[in-house]
């Protein structure tokens, strides 16, 4: 599986695609901004002479989300000089996400935002210069000391790569039947790439510069009882009943996995403070439905049946190009008519929920850094 040429969501405007099913992360936007504007605010008070600043939202993927993320940002420092009495610095916005990601749709979306930040309430008086940056956040993307601010939602739960040496018969993720290596080799990935992540972000922020993070992970500490293994473990049964009824190869089920792991918040943290790159100033955990079209609060399914027709859609708007790469697309519509069935019934005994892990970062200055690695070397020799 070449993830840099298929890991991406479906692109268009199609009610399949990653634009129509993204109610749940624009959502989730919405949710961390006083996150956002707590770091942006001390960032505004740590650097008051800033002329320009430089945003990243990496993983921005085609949707409305990406604008609502930048429109967010604009309004809290318009706000901080407006009542400062100040210039609001140029504000240059890197928009990045894997080469395959559909930027025509983005930037042609760009005419409308352009039109909404400038007219009426919602004018921001703020000067901003948006590009595009292709590439794995897993790599090196700017200069050093150069980004005051990265923004990243519902990206990280995307590793680098499937784990090496994966035996999974019968599971695309970590499921019941998954023998205990299987889940090692999952963690261990993610703390190798987690711990890549900080070490590149830490090189390109400027010092003082801050993060604001969220990603799907999971409430509790046994990675067997996450809430996204029982999602992808209702799209793995679709799967093996169509291997059951000859219309999907065993083989090819069997070397099907995906590059994806949701963590705890103990897990995130750990490999944070086993970095030492950064302070983490904050942390959350909220939950989503499911189904993208479900508000409520409650434990309640009002519909189960469109409920699993909604979130079936929402997971083919992200799985679909990783479906058709490896097993082809004549079984796409198939078998998200029998996952979201599976998921109509799984939901009239439990309404499971998405756990979304938020954390907020800010790069350590150099005293602190050394005095963190004096202090681990210390206690070594002890």
């Not at 956002?36 to 085609?62: F, N, Q, R, W, Y």
């Not at 089920?253 to 918040?265: G, I, K, Q, V, W």
Request: net charge negative; aromatic share 10%.
């Amino acid at each position: 599986m070449n993830r840099e040429k298929i890991l991406h969501m479906n692109g268009g405007a199609s009610c399949y695609s990653y634009a129509a099913n993204s109610k749940t992360q624009e959502e989730a936007v919405l949710k961390i901004r006083p996150i956002m504007e707590e770091a942006l605010t001390e960032m505004h008070i740590d650097l008051p002479m800033m002329e320009k600043m430089v945003v990243a939202d990496l993983g921005c993927s085609s949707g409305p989300n990406t604008f609502a993320m930048l429109t967010e940002v604009m309004k809290i420092i318009g706000n901080q000089c407006q009542r400062k009495g100040v210039q609001p610095p140029e504000m240059q916005l890197f928009l990045n996400d894997l080469p395959e990601n559909d930027f025509n749709t983005l930037f042609q979306s760009l005419r409308d935002f352009k039109k909404k930040v400038s007219v009426g309430k919602d004018t921001i008086n703020v000067p901003y210069f948006i590009v595009g940056l292709p590439g794995s956040f897993y790599e090196r993307l700017f200069p050093s000391q150069s980004v005051h601010f990265f923004h990243s939602s519902y990206s990280l739960h995307w590793i680098s790569q499937v784990p090496e040496g994966l035996e999974n018969k019968g599971n695309i993720y970590i499921g019941k039947t998954s023998p205990p290596l299987v889940a090692k080799l999952y963690q261990d990935q993610f703390k190798r790439d987690f711990s890549l992540f900080l070490e590149l972000r830490f090189k390109e922020l400027v010092p003082g510069g801050q993060m604001v993070l969220s990603f799907l992970g999971r409430k509790k500490n046994d990675i067997y009882g996450g809430e996204l293994s029982t999602s992808w473990g209702l799209v793995s049964e679709s799967l093996n009943s169509m291997v059951l009824e000859g219309l999907v190869e065993e083989e090819k089920l069997d070397s099907f996995n995906l590059p994806f792991y949701a963590p705890s918040m103990e897990e995130a943290k750990a490999v944070i403070n086993a970095q030492g790159l950064f302070n983490i100033i904050c942390t959350q955990m909220f939950e989503s439905n499911w189904d993208p079209h479900d508000d409520s609060d409650d434990d309640f399914i009002y519909d189960n049946v469109q409920s699993g027709a909604n979130y079936a859609a929402s997971i083919r708007s992200v799985m679909e190009p990783m479906i058709v790469s490896h097993f082809g697309v004549a079984i796409v519509d198939e078998l998200f008519a029998r996952f979201a069935m599976n998921v109509a019934k799984h939901l009239v005994k439990e309404k499971t929920k998405l756990p979304v892990l938020a954390l907020c970062l800010k790069k350590k200055l150099k005293k602190q850094r050394c005095l963190l690695l004096s202090n681990m070397y210390n206690g070594h020799n002890k």
